[in-house]
């Protein structure tokens, strides 16, 4: 059995605070969509508008809640394990950040 907490919010306060959670996530897509269309002006109007709102880390959520449920939608699609793929990614990314630090460094890279 599931415990609810004593104090839920109204359901006018629920529909407010969801228009927000939508707000977000309708931002961080149009972020991902700006940024895939290589259209720097609109990425730029964006990441201001969403600095300046003070909204930028709970867009960054909605991204990666996004990006997690795109990736598991790829996996139920086309086969493969999530985490394998993020655990190789977080190596690959270490990778390339070792390499241009040697590079940066004046070492061989």
Known sequence: MTETPAELPSPDDFRRRLAHVDREFAD???YLSAL???DNDELSAL???IHHS???MQV???MAVQALNFAQLSADRLGGDVQKWLDGSVMAQ???ENER???ELGGEG
Do not use: F, K, P
């Open 28 to 30: 961080a897509r149009r």
């Open 36 to 38: 895939n269309a290589d």
């Open 47 to 49: 990441m201001a508008e």
């Open 54 to 56: 003070g909204r930028a």
């Open 60 to 62: 960054l959520a909605a």
């Open 94 to 96: 270490d990778t390339a």
């Open 101 to 103: 630090d040697r590079s």
